[in-house]
């Protein structure tokens, strides 16, 4: 199977018809007076979309649902890459997440510091304030964890930083 494979089973439960003729068979009740109901190429598109979905089965003059499908349809689903390293601590870009674990902290203020401000450059409390808060809801706080790390380095009257490294 394919990791779109839910993609029949979900256009199929998308019509209205079809949802309540499938729950019908869940239920094990006659779909008869349902399907009288329906033109013959609604009952006929009703039917082949739910089996071809593999969500129903002809049995004995009536319908089966097969729970199986969701089970498969689950297995050939792709899951999706978790990040890891510092990566895990940030959403698009943004840390969303700040670390608990001091080496998972010292590597996540790393991380800033070399977004934050190339080697040997020089810039303004301003400046540094406003690429932090590119990165993170606090940049004043975070500046401050950067100099605590000593990852960054200000003068002594304050209106400088540089990196450390």
Do not use: C
């Not at 079809?18 to 239920?27: F, G, K, N, Q, S």
């Not at 033109?39 to 969500?55: M, T």
């Not at 004995?60 to 349809?73: K, M, N, Q, T």
């Not at 890459?81 to 700040?98: H, Q, W």
Request: proline letters at 5%; charged letters at 25%; hydrophobic letters at 40%.
């Amino acid at each position: 199977m394919s990791a779109n494979s839910w993609r029949p089973v979900v256009a199929a439960l998308a019509d209205d018809r079809a949802r309540e003729i499938y729950a019908l068979v869940v239920l094990g009740q006659s779909v008869d007076a349902h399907l009288s109901s329906l033109s013959p190429g609604k009952r006929r598109r009703v039917l082949d979309s739910l089996q071809a979905a593999g969500l129903i089965s002809p049995v004995d003059g009536g319908w089966r649902a097969e729970s199986e499908i969701f089970r498969i349809a689950l297995a050939a689903a792709s899951t999706p890459v978790r990040p890891d390293g510092v990566a895990r601590f940030f959403t698009e870009g943004r840390l969303s997440t700040y670390p608990s674990r001091a080496a998972d902290r010292r590597e996540v203020l790393a991380h800033i510091a070399i977004r934050v401000l190339r080697p040997q450059e020089t810039i303004t409390e301003a400046h540094v304030t406003d690429r932090l808060a590119e990165i993170t809801d606090d940049p004043v706080s975070m500046r401050r964890y950067l100099i605590d790390a000593g990852l960054l380095a200000r003068t002594r009257d304050g209106s400088a930083y540089t990196s450390a490294s």
